[in-house]
Each structure stands twice: as structure tokens, then as C-alpha cells.
């Protein structure tokens, strides 16, 4: 196989002059290599860098024109770095692969983000950087390759960082598909610097997710931050004199070119970030990447499982990384900028996994094009048994008007027109009693309505024709549902059954979606038990299964949820900058897919956000907004929790009358619907209600009441009314309705 060419552009700097030559890797060696000088204005050039570091630092804002102002600070940098000649070719150039060799004083410059025109060079090339040092570098052992290469990944060493220890399984479980040729390590507690020492000649590929720290008074003392203290600089380049150092380190540390918690990076960030990855490159590295600030824990995630797939299916080190940043373009958004975050310092055009044989491929083809008339035959009579097996399987129906019938009714279920969707669904039963999809439709209309007596019957009819038919995704699915009604009923030991027989279903069909909404139950089942932790490692998987298949509408949905879901745990662990983060993004998924009963969910969750944070105002803002949803769709179902949070926030507002009104409608709306939870929970903040207006006995009959269904369906809530019921009888109450 050809390689691809790789463009070599050697920059040299003379006071204030660029001395620089672009050429082919493998252009014939010449008795003369040209090289074009290019006058540049330093302080100019110093500018445009602070100007890109202040971009990068005002990333969080997702404002527009912060690209605009990295291109045009890109491009400004293009004009003053490099001559008309390098220029041109760079522009005009097909090659894959730009190796930068630069001298050490020219670090500082954010080279990547150079921008042409029309692209970022990073995006455009597989680029890597190559330093020239004045530093004296000591003989180094580069790693010979074997035929089975050893990784280990460090994960989380302070055991502070969840979204590291994910990071880490995650990319372990990625590489336990391909054990034919590499052998992996995972590391997480314990991590301590004598381990370090002791195992690290051992592995071609080191992953690192976890705390990277600077020392800016003793940058010896820089490194990443282990159980026992840093493994830092020194530690580094003392081993590299007697041993063989891994071919590939990808250093995905949290703060790892600078040592402040906030994200923002200084201006010297390039050179920060140098001084450790040259400590591994002088000590035998051969490839360094690193983070040059902390991004969204998941768009670090996603960078780094692309990379490795890319590189483990035999691309190089440099395409490898391109690629993961393209991703992330497409995932997030030029706008995000977290496909700047990357630097690599070595060979873009270095191969770790020996590429795939084309050759082999073409004899393949050779054969099957011998037998292709024999074959073209036997296909159309698989495709023939194939096509008869799916309609009868999977179809749900095999009547063209049940169909159009079907298609309409679920049509009118999101508009909201809960009764014609009824009146619909009996006349498709009538023309065909097995079609299965239209039960389940029945059974979400009758929980949106809050008969939860009728949407039980028709989900555990949906359930048995699926598994009559032996549809195991529809079974799992049904599942899902029948569990999250009894979960609503507060029936947790019947949910938990439910989803994980969902869960054990899906997983032994490689059902990917109902793997995750099965993990996504699992998860609100342990945020009601108040397990948030147990419940954000459920959602943490659930949305890695989900945002690598986004493509389809469905796990696009999901992981709208899953986002959801992760800000309520965080809510519910008191960040509610991360909780308004990830509210937030599942916002923008559901106002995409025109979802209304998810932005209904997201507006009473972030208006819940705002009340804490005594934003009464805005909390109300988004509460009526939530509710008018609600009462658009007929969603019966909600309405109860609906008033019951407006009444808390008139309670908290001291709005007392306001709050007498919400909360009464909050028990009638619960009655009708007979939702026993909602009910207690309307009595119970109409106790408080009465108890600030002072009318002692009116406050415990009501609080009483709610006692009386708590003692049947909350142990935990029945006792917390209880010693308020107790605190009534000492307590000297004003009466407000008094003049």
C-alpha cells in the first residue's frame, strides 16, 4: 500500500526573521534545499496569540462570533507567520500529512489554529509537531515493536474524578474487541509514583485520564497528580536514561498545561504544555498528545474513543487524531471548540497498527465476481424468505388501513387530542386485534390521561403480543414501560424487576436502544431512592450508548434524556451549574426533534434551579411555561406535580393566597387521576400553607392526611410529617387572616 505523502515545513527563527522550507518526506535528498526568509513583527505576533488564548477562554459563552474571531486571528497569525510561497503550496497542497519543525522558541504559537481561508491547518492536515532543542538530550531506547502491543490506561488516580474512571472503562471496554492484538491494562485506585516507575517500561501505549497539575515556581515539580503526589518532570527524565519509555503517551489531563481549577488557560499555555511533553520526548516518547485546558467531560470522552478506534484499525497517529477532532466538530459544533484542546508532538504519519492489506481484499473480490451469477440467484431467494420472515416478524400490521389508521392516531397523540386517539385505536383493534404497536400507544394515552389502571393493561398487552410474535425488542420494550407505570405507583421492588428484565433482554439480543432506556430507569429508580451516585453511573453508560448512535432518531431522544436525568442528579447534589449545563443541553435536543413532554420537564426543572438560587421571578417564568405544555398535550399526569411546584414557589414567595389556589388545584388534579403520592404531596404543603397563616389545627389536619397515605407509601416522607406534626403542638403560631 502507497503511503501518504507527508509535507515537511522546517521553521527556523533568527531574531526577528523566519527562516522556512516546505518540502516531501520523500523527495529525493538534495545538494541544495531552498528555504524563503519572511520578516515578522514579534509584538504583533505576541498579540495575535493572546488574542487566540482569549478566545479559547471565553468558550463556555457558545457565542458565534467567537469563531469569527478565531478564524480572523487564524488567519492573521497565516499572513504573518509564513511566506507567500509556503503559502500558496500549503493551499494548494493534496498531501494528507504536515510535520512541523519548528525551533524551540517558536512553541508559543498556536500553529493549529493558523487559518487559510477556508480551514483551521488542523483540520485541514494530519499535523504533528517536530522541536528543534538547544537542550542537550541524553541516548535514548526507543521501544521496539512487538506483535502484540501492551496499554495501560490510569483512570481517576485521586479518586475524584468519575467522569475519568468512565473515560478510562470506557476506552478498556473499546479495546477488550480487539484483544487479537493488543493487550490492555486498566489501573484506577492505588496509583502511586513507585508504580509508575516500576511498570511503565512495560507498555507501547499509556493513556492518562485524571489530575495534571504546573508548578510555575518549580517546573521540575509539574506532572500528573498520582495517589501519593505528582509524577512529575524529574521523575520522567531520570527514567528515560535507563529504560525504554512507551511509543504513544495520550495525556488527557484535566488542567494539564496550567494548575488552575477553573478552565481558563494563561498565556504562556503552549509552553507550559511543552515542558511536560518534552520530559517524555526526550526521555524516548515518541508521540506525546495532551489537553491544553479542561472541556466537557464528554467531548473528552468521545475525542479519545476515536481516536484509538481510528488508530487501532491501522490509520496513523496523525489522521487518527484529525479525525477525533472532526468528530467533535460534527457532535458539537465548531462553535464548542473542543476540537482545539488536542496537540500532538511527534510523526503525524507514524503507523502504531500496521494498516489492513488491500491486497488481500482485491483476491476476494476476484473470487466473488467468479461466482457471482450463482451467488446473485441465491440472494434473491434469501432476500425473497428474508422479506416474508421481516413482514410477518416485525411489521406491526399487515392491513394497509389499520396502518394509515395507526399513522394518523399517533400523529394525534402529539398534538395532544388524547380522546380521537382512543376512538381511533378501538377501530384498529377491530380490523386487527394483533396489531401490537397500536397498544402501546393506548397504554402512554391512558398514563397521559392518568388512568394508570388501563395504560398497566394495554403495555402488558403490548408485551405478550411482542412476545408471541418472539419481537424481543418490542418485549424489552414493554418491559420498560410496565416497570416505570409501578415505579409511578410506587411499586419499586415491581419496577426494578421489570427494567431488569428489560435490561438482561436487551443485552443478550444486542439491543442497543433498550439497553440504554433500561439503564436510564434503573438510574430515576436510584435518584428516587436518593442514590444519585449509583444513578449517574447508570446515566453515564446509558449516554455513551446513545450519543455514539445519535444519528438515529431514537438514541437522539434518549440521549436528550439522558442529559435530563443527569442534570436532576446533579440538581439533586446541589451543582446547579452543572445541573443548568446538562438541562440545557437536553433542551436543545428536544427543541430540535420537536419534542413538547420533554421541554415541559426541562422548564419545571430548571425553574427548580432558579428557586434555589431565590431567582422567584424567573422560577415562575418557567413553571407557567412547563404547565402550559402540560394543559396543551392533556397530560393529566403531570398536572397534579405541576401546581404542586407553583404552590411551593407562592409558599416560598410568601404569596400565601397564590399558593392556597395552586396547591388546591395540585389535589384536585390529583384525585381525578387518583395519584396517591401527588395527593400526599398536596396535602402536605397545604399543611405548611396553613401553618404560615397561623391556623394551627387547619395545618394538622392536613398534615395529617398526608401522613395517613405516607405511612403506606414513603416510610422516610411519613416520618418527616411526623416530627412536623409534633413540632405543632409547642409552637406559638400567629394568625395571619387576623387584622
Known amino acids: 500500500m502507497p503511503e501518504e505523502k507527508t509535507l515537511i515545513l522546517e521553521i527556523s527563527r533568527q531574531v526577528d526573521l523566519l527562516k ?109 509537531r517536530l522541536v528543534r532543542t538547544k537542550s542537550q538530550a541524553s541516548r535514548v531506547q526507543y521501544r521496539s515493536a512487538t506483535h502484540i502491543f501492551k496499554m495501560l490506561i490510569l483512570a481517576n488516580p485521586t479518586n475524584d ?101 477553573s478552565g481558563i488557560i494563561e498565556a504562556d499555555y503552549q509552553k507550559r504544555y511543552y515542558s511536560f511533553a518534552s520530559a517524555f520526548l526526550f526521555s524516548g516518547v515518541r508521540h506525546y498528545i495532551g489537553s491544553i485546558r479542561k472541556i466537557d ?12 478506534h481510528h488508530l487501532i484499525f491501522g490509520k496513523s497517529v496523525g489522521e487518527s487524531l484529525r ?65 416474508g420472515l421481516c413482514l410477518f416478524m416485525f411489521l406491526p400490521t399487515l392491513n394497509p388501513n389499520a396502518y394509515r389508521l395507526f399513522l394518523k392516531s399517533r400523529d394525534l397523540f402529539s398534538k395532544g387530542d388524547n380522546q380521537q386517539v382512543i376512538q381511533l385505536a378501538d377501530r384498529i383493534i377491530k380490523k386487527d386485534p394483533d396489531f401490537r404497536d397500536i397498544y402501546r400507544l393506548l397504554g402512554d394515552t391512558y398514563l397521559r390521561l392518568g388512568n394508570k389502571e388501563r395504560a398497566l393493561k394495554y403495555y402488558f398487552d ?43 433482554l436487551a443485552r443478550k439480543n444486542n439491543d442497543k436502544l ?36 445519535q444519528y438515529s432518531y431514537e438514541h437522539r431522544y434518549n440521549l436528550a434524556c439522558d442529559y435530563f436525568d443527569i442534570g436532576l442528579v446533579f440538581s439533586n447534589k446541589e451543582d446547579f451549574k452543572a445541573a443548568d449545563e446538562f438541562y440545557r443541553k437536553s433542551r436543545v435536543i428536544f427543541e430540535r426533534l420537536k419534542i413538547k413532554n420533554g421541554l415541559s420537564d426541562y422548564y419545571f426543572n430548571l425553574g427548580e434551579l ?46 400565601l393566597l397564590e399558593a392556597k389556589l395552586a396547591l388546591e388545584e395540585s389535589l384536585n388534579a390529583a384525585k381525578e387521576i387518583q395519584a396517591q403520592p401527588e395527593v400526599a404531596a398536596a396535602y402536605h404543603n397545604l399543611g405548611l400553607l396553613y401553618k404560615k397563616l397561623g391556623k394551627k389545627n387547619k395545618a394538622k389536619e392536613f398534615l395529617r392526611l398526608a401522613q395517613e397515605i405516607y405511612s403506606i407509601i414513603d416510610p422516610l416522607a411519613y416520618k418527616e410529617v411526623k416530627n412536623e406534626i409534633l413540632g405543632l403542638d409547642g409552637a406559638n403560631l400567629p394568625d395571619l387572616t387576623k387584622p
Open 20 to 128: 522556512m522550507s516546505l518540502f516531501e518526506a520523500n523527495d529525493s535528498p538534495a545538494t541544495l534545499k531552498q528555504y524563503s526568509q519572511h520578516k515578522v513583527d514579534l509584538s504583533q505576533i505576541d498579540r495575535l496569540c493572546a488574542e487566540v488564548t482569549s478566545v479559547l477562554n471565553k468558550v463556555v459563552l457558545q457565542d458565534s462570533a467567537l469563531i469569527r474571531s478565531l478564524q480572523k486571528t487564524g488567519q492573521a497569525l497565516w499572513d504573518h507567520l509564513l511566506s507567500r510561497s509556503v503559502k500558496e503550496r500549503l493551499k494548494s497542497s493534496l498531501s494528507a500529512n504536515l510535520a512541523l519543525t519548528i525551533d524551540e522558541e517558536l512553541i508559543n504559537i498556536p500553529w493549529e489554529l493558523l487559518y487559510d481561508g477556508d480551514n483551521f491547518l488542523c483540520l485541514k492536515f494530519n499535523l504533528g
Open 161 to 261: 474524578l468519575k467522569c475519568a474512571y468512565q473515560e478510562g472503562l470506557s476506552i478498556k471496554n473499546q479495546f477488550d474487541r480487539k484483544r487479537s492484538n493488543i493487550h490492555v491494562d486498566f489501573k484506577s485506585t492505588n496509583i502511586d509514583k513507585l508504580y509508575l516507575k516500576k511498570n511503565l517500561c512495560d507498555y507501547d501505549i499509556i493513556h492518562f485520564a485524571g489530575h495534571g497539575e504546573y508548578d510555575q515556581y518549580n517546573q521540575k515539580n509539574s506532572g500528573w497528580v498520582l495517589s501519593d503526589g505528582k509524577f512529575n518532570i524529574q521523575d520522567i527524565l531520570s527514567m528515560g536514561q535507563a529504560v525504554s519509555l512507551p511509543a504513544l503517551v495520550f495525556s488527557n489531563a484535566c488542567n494539564s498545561a496550567q494548575g488552575n481549577a
Open 297 to 308: 467531560d464528554f467531548a473528552s470522552l468521545a475525542f479519545a474513543k476515536e481516536f484509538y
Open 323 to 387: 479525525l477525533s477532532r472532526i468528530k467533535l466538530v460534527r457532535d458539537y459544533g465548531l462553535i464548542s471548540l473542543h476540537w482545539a484542546n488536542y496537540l500532538l508532538y511527534g510523526d503525524p504519519a507514524f503507523f502504531l497498527f500496521k494498516p489492513k492489506d488491500k491486497a488481500f481484499k482485491s483476491r476476494d473480490k476476484i473470487r466473488v465476481r467468479l461466482n457471482r451469477k450463482w451467488l446473485a440467484g441465491f440472494l434473491i431467494l434469501a432476500a425473497g424468505i428474508g422479506l
Open 462 to 504: 403490548y408485551a405478550l403480543l411482542a412476545e408471541k410474535k418472539r419481537d424481543f425488542k418490542c418485549l424489552a420494550a414493554g418491559y420498560i414501560e410496565i416497570g416505570w407505570l409501578y415505579q409511578l405507583q410506587g411499586e419499586y421492588l415491581k419496577a426494578a424487576d421489570f427494567y431488569n428484565k428489560a435490561l438482561e
Open 514 to 549: 433498550n439497553e440504554a432506556v433500561a439503564m436510564r430507569k434503573l438510574a430515576v429508580w436510584h435518584i428516587d431512592k436518593d442514590e444519585n451516585d449509583l444513578a449517574l453511573s447508570l446515566l453515564t453508560k446509558s449516554a455513551e450508548i446513545n450519543r455514539e448512535r
Open 610 to 655: 432558579c428557586l434555589f438560587e431565590k431567582q422567584y421571578q424567573k422560577a415562575k417564568d418557567y413553571y407557567l411555561a412547563g404547565l402550559r405544555i402540560d394543559l396543551s398535550q392533556g397530560n393529566k399526569l403531570n398536572l397534579p406535580s405541576d401546581y404542586n411546584m407553583i404552590g411551593e414557589l407562592y409558599l416560598e414567595m410568601d404569596m
